[in-house]
T-cell receptor, first 114, second 113 residues
Framework: NAGVTQTPKFQVLKTGQSMTLQCAQD?????MSWYRQDPGMGLRLIHY???????DQGEVPNGYNVSRSTTEDFPLRLLSAAPSQTSVYFC?????????????FGQGTRLTVV | AQSVTQLDSHVSVSEGTPVLLRCNYS??????LFWYVQHPNKGLQLLLK??????LVKGINGFEAEFKKSETSFHLTKPSAHMSDAAEYFC???????????FGRGTSLIVHP
């Protein structure tokens, strides 16, 4: 059981470049989300989706786009990378839209923008 | 609105001594509360969760937490620390009817031999 798979694990970008962070889950979860983790800041929600075709913004959405064409995949796009986007990115999924469920996390993508 | 405060950014203990990681929360509705652990360069793993059943919640690896509504707290404890417990711990709150959780800023647990 693969769970939540993120690729790549590491990435270095130059300022202004674009890229897509991939996230796939094989648990048939409706809810998926993207977080960034910065030292001393905990995890902050970037975007989330409650099902295929439905996405919404989280706390820190600027500079990022998402789409959800299938239940399994939830890619995160950086449109024009900036040094402030240097961070560790986590994708998470959970079974339903509700408060009593836990989230399952991927292993993270460590992104450096130079 | 929901919020969570982890009262210590770092906690240092000796192996074999008790662990206490403190978490206070604020929620307008009946909250669900979670503790996650993150080992270095790894993703987050669920330790335990409170979802309005028993107030004392037991988790994996000997950890437990007690939900105290009067104190709005959900502190994480373990009777005896092990070297493998050294990690970052996150307290998370999610209000009833919504799964947009709020994460605390994390507590780094350091375990000395």
């Amino acid at each position: 059981n693969a769970g939540v798979t993120q690729t790549p694990k590491f990435q270095v970008l130059k300022t202004g470049q674009s890229m897509t962070l991939q996230c796939a889950q094989d648990m048939n979860h409706e809810y998926m989300s993207w977080y960034r983790q910065d030292p001393g800041m905990g995890l902050r929600l970037i975007h989330y989706s409650v099902g295929a075709g439905i996405t919404d913004q989280g706390e820190v959405p600027n500079g990022y786009n998402v789409s959800r064409s299938t239940t399994e995949d939830f890619p995160l796009r950086l449109l024009s990378a900036a040094p402030s986007q240097t961070s560790v990115y986590f994708c998470a999924s959970s079974p339903i839209w509700g408060a009593n469920t836990e989230a399952f996390f991927g292993q993270g993508t460590r992104l450096t923008v130079v | 609105a929901q919020s969570v405060t982890q009262l210590d950014s770092h906690v240092s203990v000796s192996e074999g001594t008790p662990v206490l990681l403190r978490c206070n929360y604020s929620s307008s509705y009946s909250p669900s509360l979670f503790w996650y652990v993150q080992h270095p360069n790894k993703g987050l793993q669920l330790l335990l969760k409170y979802t309005s059943a028993a107030t004392l919640v037991k988790g994996i690896n000997g950890f437990e937490a007690e939900f105290k509504k009067s104190e709005t707290s959900f502190h994480l404890t373990k009777p005896s620390a092990h070297m493998s417990d050294a990690a970052e711990y996150f307290c998370v709150v999610s209000e009833g009817g919504s799964y947009i959780p709020t994460f605390g800023r994390g507590t780094s647990l350091i375990v000395h031999p």
